[in-house]
């Protein structure tokens, strides 16, 4: 059995990447309490960030970063919930 170490070097740096993303992704369920948390959005838009850039796509990772300093400075705000208009998927908001 490998330790949490040599677990971690057998993978690449776009996996890792990916992992990281999918860990701070806020999830629909978290939606609600997490959508204004300003270091949750720029974390998950950092980890998002950093994989594109491992995939070689500079303007996106660009874009993602731009994302990240915008919910770090307050320039942006949540969006409205998704489900919001949308009748019969009883959401509650």
Request: charged share 25%.
């Given at each position: 059995?490998?330790?949490?170490?040599?677990?971690?070097?057998?993978?690449?740096?776009?996996?890792?990447?990916?992992?990281?993303?999918?860990?701070l992704?806020?999830?629909?369920?978290?939606?609600?309490?997490?959508?204004?948390?300003?270091?949750?959005?720029a974390?998950?838009?950092?980890?998002?960030?950093?994989?594109?850039?491992?995939?070689?796509?500079?303007?996106?990772?660009?874009?993602?970063?731009?994302?990240?300093?915008?919910?770090?400075?307050?320039?942006?705000?949540?969006?409205?919930?998704?489900?919001?208009?949308?009748k019969?998927?009883?959401?509650?908001?």
């Amino acid at each position: 059995m490998l330790s949490k170490t040599n677990q971690i070097n057998e993978l690449s740096e776009l996996e890792l990447a990916q992992a990281l993303m999918e860990r701070l992704s806020i999830s629909p369920n978290d939606w609600h309490r997490l959508k204004s948390n300003r270091n949750s959005r720029a974390s998950e838009q950092i980890a998002a960030a950093m994989v594109f850039l491992l995939k070689n796509e500079p303007q996106e990772a660009l874009a993602r970063l731009e994302q990240a300093v915008g919910w770090l400075d307050r320039s942006l705000s949540a969006p409205p919930c998704p489900t919001h208009g949308h009748k019969g998927q009883g959401t509650g908001d």
